[in-house]
């Protein structure tokens, strides 16, 4: 039996304050390449899912973004432009609308544009099996096995146990995939060390698939207006009215995330499933996760010279060239300067030609307060 | 009784490459502002000397200096051009034959370029005091009283002792000076937790007194070449042949301190005398202590923007715009962009065009082995 198409969809948004100066209003994390492999984190997921898919990917992103996209996916990708951003719900159905004209039985799945995957093979391997149980009808998310008691993450909470030793579920149905009694939105860590402890627990990296019909119906269960206006915008597509229709509509939709507007309700009803990860996960979420990310997972990435016989362990992606003494640091330069460390314990640096950012790692958190304040303060183009 | 003229010297050589790169080769520390008071360390040296002085102070810098120092002066001082450094005796030594050649009772004081004095009331009573000692025909040091057991400094022993808790002499002579019985380079911990404790020694900050004649025969007694080409030198002053002299001369001079040269033998045969000093003083050899100057003695310098209520003390000097959140640390920017920093405990950044310095300031020290990298390896337009 031949299986459904496949069409990944990927909703490109966020600004991700927390990798600011690197990240900018114009220049958001999915545009950037920050582990130093020469693509884009937008670039490496349409690379990842292009060839699983059985159709163009379709992105979906913010007006603003829209030519900065197709420059770097060519005609990689189907590109929808969203008039204002209205959170991940509007622009995954938005997608989901587009896939169901041209076939209401096609699976798609839903991706972020700015996660890093550690293993491709695996990740192709996990895909293949949430397509198998979304052509069951079911809305399927893919479980990251936690590491450990991040409280940076929401969870995914299954009915059978898994064993958090070999972190693969104990009792996977046919298809893998396990009942899910409830998505968890971030826990405090005594919590987190709860979760990890009972092996039910996986994190949420907001990945779902399911056929485009099974979502849009569900979703007009959920919100009915909000299916009802991605569908009229789909409908649209190719008329001389198609970009009036948007400018309308879409304003008019619900600003919300999949998590709250399908896969929270969906779950409390049995109708949500997940399926194990076998591939590690990042997403990159701050200068620490990135700093963990370099040494742990990209040691081949950037260098930089230690002075005499130390134990310096200084990382260096861009152009700018580092020297560095009794240094645990990673350094991101933009400009041609020499950049030289002393002494350092657990600090980014990230030189550009405008903005200097010097941060302790185990504060990268609190680099959202500091990006407040220039929005509120200024001088606007810093951001 | 009138006294004899007083002429002031300052020999100002040093790179002070553990304030690179605020400091360079072309602009050494004694030509900056470190503290961001509008005047040079040299100029701040000379403003200060100048209102006790019966002439102008005799500057002695080397001929790669001459111009910006006679820019940054102008015809405050006499600036003698070295050909080559040969260390502070030839400097010291040529200008005390200038001044003798005009009145061999003149008494000469030597004062470093470079250093930081906190109390300009004090300092002129205790360079009064200190030129009664000289007239009395004695080489004289000013002696700091030491605020803790620094390592970074050498230290000058006094026959009798003073009292810890006032700071001050025991049993001054009839002048304020108390003879020295030894100088001492820098010692490890325990020996100046020892030195303080005795209540016996002072920092040695290299200020040193003596009429011209005294100090040159002195230096006839000791090293009679390094004596005799330094006197050759001056009376040729104005001679056709002077250039030619220097050239010839000069090189061959003996490359010495004065601690080692004078200081020291003199101190075994019971010559010096130390004038306790009443005002603070500061070497500022390194980030570390220039932090400490900034946050301690110029609580007025520099200002950053903190973020929120928290307990950030970030100092901001030069161009640049701080933004800082929990954050105690230092910022030396002459380019004019935004520079953030989270969590930072103990950092100095130097913000300049082609090179950024970030450094813990506990391993301040570590800085010269840096720099001494960048000496082998380059680039040398760093330096």
Same mark, same amino acid.
């Given at each position: 039996?031949?299986?459904?198409?496949?069409?990944?969809?990927?909703?490109?948004?966020?600004?991700?304050?927390?990798?600011?100066?690197?990240?900018?209003?114009?220049?958001?994390?999915?545009?950037?390449?920050?582990?130093?492999?020469?693509?884009?984190?937008?670039?490496?997921?349409?690379?990842?899912?292009?060839?699983?898919?059985?159709?163009?990917?379709?992105?979906?992103?913010?007006?603003?973004?829209?030519?900065?996209?197709?420059?770097?996916?060519?005609?990689?990708?189907?590109?929808?432009?969203?008039?204002?951003?209205?959170?991940?719900?509007?622009?995954?159905?938005?997608?989901?609308?587009?896939?169901?004209?041209?076939?209401?039985?096609?699976?798609?799945?839903?991706?972020?544009?700015?996660?890093?995957?550690?293993?491709?093979?695996?990740?192709?391997?996990?895909?293949?099996?949430?397509?198998?149980?979304?052509?069951?009808?079911?809305?399927?998310?893919?479980?990251?096995?936690?590491?450990?008691?991040?409280?940076?993450?929401?969870?995914?909470?299954?009915?059978?146990?898994?064993?958090?030793?070999?972190?693969?579920?104990?009792?996977?149905?046919?298809?893998?995939?396990?009942?899910?009694?409830?998505?968890?939105?971030?826990?405090?860590?005594?919590?987190?060390?709860?979760?990890?402890?009972?092996?039910?627990?996986?994190?949420?990296?907001?990945?779902?698939?399911?056929? /485009?019909?099974?979502?849009?119906? =569900? *979703? &007009? @269960?959920? !919100?009915?207006?909000?299916?009802?206006? #991605?569908?009229?915008? +789909?409908?649209?597509?190719?008329?001389?009215?198609?970009?009036?229709?948007?400018?309308?509509?879409?304003?008019?939709?619900? /600003?919300?995330?999949?998590?709250? =507007? *399908? &896969? @929270?309700? !969906?779950?409390?009803?049995?109708?949500? #499933?997940?399926?194990? +990860?076998?591939?590690?996960?990042?997403?990159?979420?701050?200068?620490?996760?990135?700093?963990?990310?370099?040494?742990?997972?990209?040691?081949?990435?950037?260098? =930089?010279?230690?002075?005499?016989?130390?134990?310096?362990?200084?990382?260096?992606?861009?152009? +700018?060239?580092?020297?560095?003494?009794?240094?645990?640091?990673?350094?991101?330069?933009?400009?041609?300067?020499?950049?030289?460390?002393?002494?350092?314990?657990?600090?980014?640096?990230?030189?550009?030609?405008?903005?200097?950012?010097?941060?302790?790692?185990?504060?990268?958190?609190?680099?959202?307060?500091?990006?407040?304040?220039?929005?509120?303060?200024?001088?606007?183009?810093?951001?």
């Amino acid at each position: 039996m031949a299986s459904a198409p496949f069409i990944p969809v990927i909703p490109a948004g966020g600004a991700g304050t927390r990798l600011w100066p690197l990240s900018r209003r114009r220049r958001p994390k999915f545009l950037l390449d920050p582990t130093g492999v020469g693509r884009s984190l937008l670039q490496q997921t349409v690379d990842r899912l292009g060839p699983l898919a059985d159709g163009r990917p379709i992105v979906v992103t913010g007006a603003g973004h829209t030519a900065e996209v197709g420059e770097q996916l060519g005609g990689a990708a189907c590109v929808l432009s969203e008039p204002e951003p209205r959170n991940s719900m509007p622009a995954i159905a938005w997608a989901a609308a587009v896939v169901e004209r041209e076939d209401p039985d096609a699976v798609i799945g839903s991706f972020a544009a700015d996660h890093l995957i550690g293993d491709e093979e695996a990740f192709a391997e996990t895909v293949t099996a949430a397509r198998r149980a979304a052509e069951a009808g079911h809305l399927v998310t893919l479980g990251i096995s936690p590491t450990h008691p991040a409280t940076g993450f929401g969870y995914v909470e299954c009915a059978s146990g898994y064993e958090p030793a070999v972190g693969r579920p104990g009792t996977p149905s046919a298809d893998g995939a396990l009942p899910v009694t409830r998505f968890v939105e971030k826990p405090d860590p005594e919590r987190a060390r709860q979760f990890l402890a009972s092996g039910r627990f996986f994190w949420n990296a907001g990945m779902f698939l399911a056929r /485009a019909r099974v979502l849009l119906d =569900a *979703l &007009a @269960e959920q !919100l009915p207006p909000l299916a009802a206006g #991605v569908r009229e915008i +789909a409908a649209a597509h190719g008329s001389p009215e198609y970009e009036q229709l948007i400018a309308r509509v879409w304003p008019r939709l619900t /600003a919300i995330a999949i998590d709250h =507007a *399908l &896969a @929270e309700p !969906l779950a409390a009803d049995g109708r949500v #499933v997940v399926v194990p +990860a076998g591939f590690a996960w990042d997403d990159v979420g701050d200068f620490a996760a990135l700093a963990r990310q370099l040494r742990e997972e990209h040691p081949e990435a950037g260098g =930089a010279r230690s002075v005499g016989t130390d134990d310096s362990d200084a990382r260096a992606l861009g152009t +700018a060239t580092v020297q560095a003494i009794s240094s645990r640091a990673t350094v991101y330069g933009s400009t041609h300067r020499h950049i030289a460390l002393v002494g350092l314990e657990g600090i980014s640096v990230v030189d550009t030609e405008d903005v200097l950012l010097v941060l302790a790692d185990d504060r990268a958190q609190d680099l959202t307060a500091l990006v407040r304040d220039l929005e509120r303060t200024g001088p606007e183009h810093l951001l």
